[in-house]
């Protein structure tokens, strides 16, 4: 199956400091991208969508000055975390749709220690 | 908006025994797709199985297999002759099949709450 990456798989950072997270798409093109943020033991809660060439779509509740999303290219979308503290600290997920065949790809995640 | 219910935060089963997990969802519209994900300790997410609204035939796939019951928007996953690589975290999913507002909806998943499975030898 499709492959999606997402880099790096772990970070640790100081509070105040900004980390920014890759998600690829290794082999098709995605023009929507997905990103999730999972506590453990809990579900995914989608942050925002992401599409390419143009603006995210970021669901209630979630600061898009905080968490600043690009798409850029048919294969990459990156998530800034922007002035990071211990409360962001979490698992972070993107998915890649693929629009030929409507089947949606998840990255192995990111784990955000923020000290 | 759309919701996916999985009432069951942990189950567990005996080595080759059956289980079944169960999930409802809430929704208006009639096209739509309902997927089972499992999330190893690894934490990747793998789709195990998936089921299109309009098909009435329930999916499946190997030792997977679903019960989908649309009236009642129910959409259950049984596993049979459970193995202990079956042990994850399971999630019901849903994902409309229409193009929201602009379009930027499309492919956006709504997960339930997810379920534990325990797997003993």
């Known amino acids: 199956g499709a492959v999606v990456s997402q880099h790096p798989s772990r970070v640790i950072c100081k509070s105040g400091t900004s980390v920014k997270i890759e998600c690829r798409s290794l082999?098709?093109?995605?023009?929507?991208m997905f990103w999730y943020r999972q506590f453990p033991k809990q579900s995914l809660m989608l942050m925002a969508t992401s599409n390419e060439g143009s603006k995210a779509t970021y669901e209630q509740g979630v600061e898009k000055d905080k968490f600043l999303i690009n798409h850029a290219s048919l294969t990459l979308s990156t998530l800034t975390v922007t002035s990071a503290h211990p409360e962001d600290s979490s698992f972070y997920i993107c998915s890649a749709l693929d629009h030929l065949t409507s089947e949606q790809f998840f990255g192995p995640g990111t784990r955000l220690t923020v000290l | 908006a759309q919701t996916v219910t999985q009432s069951q935060p942990e189950m567990s089963v005996q080595e080759a025994e059956t289980v079944t997990l169960s999930c409802t969802y809430d929704?208006?519209?009639?096209?739509?797709?309902l997927f089972w994900y499992k999330q190893p300790p690894s934490r990747q997410m793998i789709l195990v199985i998936r089921q299109e609204a309009y098909k009435q035939q329930n999916a499946t796939e190997n030792r997977f297999s679903v019960n989908f019951q649309k009236a009642a928007k129910s959409f259950s996953l049984k596993i049979s002759d459970s193995q202990l690589g079956d042990a994850a975290m399971y999630f019901c999913?849903?994902?409309?099949?229409?193009?929201?507002?602009?379009?930027?909806?499309?492919?956006?998943?709504?997960f339930g709450q997810g379920t534990i499975l325990t797997v003993h030898p």
């Open positions: 082999d098709f093109q995605a023009t929507t």
């Open positions: 999913a849903y994902r409309s099949n229409g193009r929201g507002a602009g379009g930027t909806s499309y492919g956006k998943l709504t």
């Open positions: 929704t208006s519209e009639s096209d739509y797709y």
